[in-house]
Structures are given as structure tokens and as C-alpha cells.
């Protein structure tokens, strides 16, 4: 470059450019001199020079899936683990002493900074808010997942399940996609329950369904494609129209569902709005019973995580007084009274954080169950027997004490959730050291920690050849031999899942009623499931089986002689 062009003003830009580009660089690495002193100490794969390993994220989410699960066999026995993407580092833990540190900590609780894509959809919920906020919203919609605001579902749940049952017949006898049943089936038990909606007042699940997996789509999108995180450029795409359009969809749900429920709560009306011929509440034989049952009960787990963790659900019946024992709307309307602990707005946005938490997670738990019966009929056949032996041959609905007897279908669900936990990963953001307990390895602060349950699950070292269905994993002799956050399908801690009891129940009940009348199929066999997690693990292929109707004292049961036994 000439000197008379270094007196222009382009010129004068390009030559105070470069080094003031060195200098923001040279201070951007000194300011982290300290997190690149401790990552080198961390064994990892080999990146790109600044790039590092952000090119193993490029393709369709199956894809991405997949590369990064292949490179992870790489360091199977490694722990932890390094990640360079760009200047971000990620460090996995597979190690449950490790991850212990972590989810079982009141310090850790900031969730990585990917979840802010989440914000146009859950505003500051309890997904993603941190600090005082969160905490005092955690300690106000615990206790409506109370067991004892559970059992009041127990008729709701078999209701919609049998309403499942019924639309599935038209599905006898060919191939089809399990998963948009149980989306649909999931959204409209939550509408019922949880929220305390009629789902007769509301617009069908399925559109609701359907919004969500595409904006579980979009977010995959921003997450994996860097040049979608900037905001000002994400707005310059069709992804930030289709986003806006979907959102509309979604929230237009939660909007008419708080104002349904404001309208009946100011008449003086509580507890849920849905109701069907012949609903009966429980009965107070059924409380003594389950008080009984629930003592005698001894499986070595409680609703999805080992009995031996302990968390804000698990408070004892008394803990919880009878002002605390409103189902969640229900609760945060009252709450929301004088405007003191909740506004207008913190309602919309814990309605929607539930709304999608509550629905797509046991969505895709229940499908990858169905599947997994479908492939191994000697353990669907166990399941239908001990289902036999509880119910004979009776068509009557469910009730709680029936669900503690559901032992063995427990155990595969259990397993269904190790081997397929429906939130693959798990994500802080740390903000200061933490020395691990597998090794004395130092995880430096700024990084973000990966708790890949996927893995975690499948850690040879913990479960016995991990890529076998095997519910006898969960025996209670087996489960008590473990660690105790060898399994986190819910999370645990601090910021475990706030509505694991209430999925456990209802899919407990979604189930059994689904194995009760029909046989499953299925013939892809899982080496060949094409999995993908965006956002939620799900298959790309779809979770495709087929029914047979399942047939009692030599009769079939068909839609007619059905409707004949429950007459």
C-alpha cells in the first residue's frame, strides 16, 4: 500500500484494523489464560486451529447425531472430556462421581448459554431462568406435582387413555408413526390435568404437537449452524417468519388456556374443568391403600430416579399442606391474585415452559417404549402377564395402588429411558472451578459441562452390555449396586425434572391400557434407528409398529365387544 493511500480514510481504517484485531485477540487469550492452562490438561480430540471441532456439527440433525456419537467412542474410557467449538470449550462427563458435582450442586445451577434461544418461547420459565427467580419459582410449583395432587389424576389419565386406545384402531393391522399418537395424547392428558383445561373447550393437540417439533427444528437449526446464532442475521432468514408463525400457534394455546381457567377461577371454581360420564373422585378406601402400598413398595427407584436421591418432590404428605395442594395452574392463578409473587406474564411463560416440558419428553419416552415392545415380544409377553395378573381378565381402569404393582413394566420403562433418555444432554455453564472426583482433574470456570445422559446410560462399565434391552438393569438389587447419578433421564438435584412423578404415573397408566388391548410390532431392528436430538432424542425414521388386538378368554377384543365390556 502506498503511503499517499495510508492518508485516505479506507486506508487509515486498514492500518489501524490489523492491529487492533491482534491486540483484542492477544488480550481476548491472556483474560483466559487460565481456562486454556486447565483445558490443556484435559484429554480431547484434535480441532481445527480456531475452529476446533465445530465442522463435526455441520449436516442434518441425524447426521450430527451421529458423527458426534461415533467420535465419542473415540474416548469411551476417558473422563472428562474436551470439546473445541470455536472458542467455546465443552467439557463431557461420564463419570456419575463427576456429574454428581455438578447436578447435585447448589452453585452449578446457570444453565449454557444455548438455551437463550429458547427465550422468544418460554420467556424467563423454569427451564432457563437462574438466581432468586428461579428459586422461588421452583419452591412455588413444586408441590403440584405432589404425589398427593398426582393420585387426583388417576381418572383423567385412564380417560385419555382409553380415548388413545380407541383412535388407534383404525391403525390395526399396518405400519404407521407411533409418536404423533403419543404427542397428540400427551398434550391433551397435560390440558386435563395440569393445567385443569377441558381439552372439548380447547383446539385439538395435534396442531399444538406439530408447532412444537418444528420449533424443536429451529432451535436444533440455530444450535448447530453458527451463522444462525446472531440474532440480527436470524431475523434476515425464513427460519425467523416460520419461527414467529409457529410461536403464534403455541402461545395462542397457552393464552386461551389461562383465560378459560381465569374465568371459571374467579366464579369460585377449582380443581380441574374436565370431566366424562361415570368420572368419580378417589375414594377414601383408595388413599389407605395407596399410604399402604407405597410403604411396602421396594424397587430400589422412585418414578425414574434412584430411591437413594432426594429432591423437592419427595417431601413427606404432611410437608405439603392442604393450601399447596392445587394443580399447577390452579396454583399460580391464586398466587397471582394480588400480583405480589406472580405476574400475567410469569404465568404465561411457566404454562408454556410446562406445556412443552410435559408433553414432548414422555411423547417420545412412550414411543421409543412401543418400539422397544414391538422388537422384543418375550419381554412384551412378561409384561402383559404380570398386566394379567393385576387386572385378569377385567377391562376396569387403573387405579394407583395397580400402578405400584406394575413392577416389571416399570423396569421397562426404566430401561427404555437409559437406553433412550428423551433430553440427551445436560448443560451448565460454570462459573467457577470444580475438581473432579474421578480423577482430581481441575474443570476450569467459563467452560460449558456437557452430562450426556445418552452415554452416561450406555457406560459399559456401569451396565453390563449397554447396547441390550435388558429391564432386569432395574432390579432392585441392581439399582441399589449403582450410583446414584448413573441414571438422570429427569436430571437431579436442585433442578431435576419437576414433573417426573407426574410422567412416570401417567405413562404407567398410557401403557399398560395400550398393552391391555392391543400386541405390539415392530420389524426395524435398532441397529438401524436412525436417532436424532434436536432438542428432544427422537428417530428420524419415525417410531414406526403396527397392532394386532389382543384377545381375552379366546374372544378378540374389536371395537363393538370393547364397548360391550365397559357397558
Keep these: 500500500m502506498a503511503v499517499a493511500d495510508l492518508l485516505t480514510p479506507t486506508g487509515l481504517f486498514y492500518y489501524l484494523l490489523v492491529p487492533t484485531v491482534i491486540l483484542w485477540y492477544a488480550y481476548f487469550r491472556y483474560s483466559r489464560r487460565r481456562l486454556y492452562e486447565l483445558a490443556a490438561k484435559i484429554n480431547g480430540p484434535d480441532g481445527l486451529p480456531l475452529l476446533g471441532s465445530a465442522l463435526e456439527f455441520t449436516g442434518s440433525a441425524h447426521d450430527v447425531y451421529q458423527k458426534i456419537w461415533e467420535r465419542s467412542r473415540e474416548f469411551d474410557n476417558e473422563t472428562p472430556v474436551k470439546l473445541w467449538i470455536g472458542p467455546r470449550l465443552l467439557v463431557f462427563l461420564q463419570d456419575p462421581r463427576d456429574i454428581e458435582l455438578i447436578l447435585g450442586s447448589n452453585v452449578h445451577l446457570d444453565k449454557s448459554p444455548e438455551y437463550r434461544y429458547f427465550a422468544p418461547w418460554f420467556g424467563n420459565g423454569l427451564l432457563i431462568s437462574t438466581g432468586d427467580h428461579w428459586r422461588s419459582h421452583r419452591k412455588l410449583i413444586a408441590p403440584t406435582f405432589h404425589l398427593n395432587v398426582l393420585k387426583s389424576f388417576i381418572d383423567l389419565f385412564n380417560h385419555n387413555s382409553r380415548g388413545v386406545v380407541e383412535k388407534l384402531r383404525k391403525e390395526i393391522g399396518h405400519e404407521f408413526d407411533a409418536h404423533e399418537y403419543m404427542s397428540e395424547a400427551t398434550v391433551e392428558i397435560l390440558l386435563e390435568t395440569a393445567m385443569g383445561v377441558s381439552k372439548k373447550e380447547q383446539q385439538s393437540g395435534f396442531e399444538y404437537a406439530m408447532a412444537v417439533m418444528k420449533m424443536c427444528d429451529i432451535l436444533h437449526l440455530r444450535h448447530t449452524k453458527f451463522w444462525l446464532r446472531p440474532e440480527v442475521i436470524f431475523r434476515l432468514t425464513k427460519y ?301 425414521d419415525g417410531f414406526k409398529i403396527s397392532l394386532e388386538p389382543r384377545k381375552r378368554s379366546g374372544v378378540s377384543v374389536s371395537p363393538s365387544t370393547a364397548t360391550a365390556v365397559r357397558a
Design 240 to 540: 425467523f417468519g416460520e419461527q414467529k408463525k409457529l410461536l403464534g400457534i403455541i402461545h395462542g394455546l397457552t393464552k386461551r388456556v389461562i383465560a378459560n381457567k381465569k374465568v371459571e377461577f374467579n366464579k369460585g371454581v377449582r380443581g380441574s374443568l374436565a370431566s366424562y360420564p361415570g368420572m368419580k373422585p378417589a375414594t377414601e378406601t383408595e388413599t389407605k391403600a395407596t399410604k399402604s402400598a407405597k410403604v411396602s413398595e421396594d424397587t430400589g427407584m422412585s418414578y425414574g430416579q434412584s430411591a437413594g436421591l432426594k429432591d423437592d418432590l419427595d417431601v413427606d404428605d404432611n410437608d405439603v399442606g392442604e393450601k399447596k395442594r392445587l394443580a399447577f395452574l390452579d396454583l399460580l392463578i391464586e398466587s397471582a391474585q394480588n400480583g405480589v409473587v406472580l405476574t400475567d406474564q410469569d404465568i404465561k411463560e411457566e404454562v408454556d415452559t410446562i406445556m412443552f416440558e410435559g408433553h414432548d419428553t414422555t411423547a417420545a419416552g412412550s414411543s421409543f417404549f412401543l418400539c422397544m415392545m414391538g422388537l422384543h415380544q418375550d419381554i412384551q409377553d412378561k409384561v402383559v402377564e404380570e398386566l394379567d395378573q393385576i387386572f385378569g381378565d377385567s377391562d376396569r381402569p387403573a387405579t394407583f395402588q395397580d400402578t405400584l404393582e406394575m413392577k416389571y413394566l416399570e423396569r421397562c420403562m426404566l430401561e427404555t429411558l437409559r437406553m433412550y433418555p428423551p433430553v440427551p444432554i445436560i448443560a451448565r455453564q460454570l462459573r467457577e472451578e470444580v475438581k473432579m472426583a474421578s480423577n482430581g482433574c481441575v474443570v476450569p470456570a467459563g467452560c460449558t459441562v456437557i452430562v450426556a445422559t445418552v452415554k452416561l446410560h450406555r457406560n459399559e462399565t456401569i451396565y453390563p452390555n449397554p447396547t441390550v434391552f435388558n429391564p432386569d438393569n432395574f432390579l432392585p438389587e441392581k439399582s441399589a449396586a449403582r450410583h446414584y447419578y448413573a441414571f438422570v433421564p429427569f436430571s437431579a438435584g436442585p433442578r431435576s425434572c419437576v414433573g417426573r412423578k407426574y410422567a412416570m404415573l401417567k405413562l404407567k397408566i398410557l401403557l399398560s391400557t395400550i398393552l391391555r388391548n392391543y400386541r405390539i410390532k415392530a420389524t426395524i431392528p435398532e441397529k438401524d434407528f436412525k436417532l436424532t436430538a434436536d432438542i428432544i432424542l427422537k428417530r428420524a
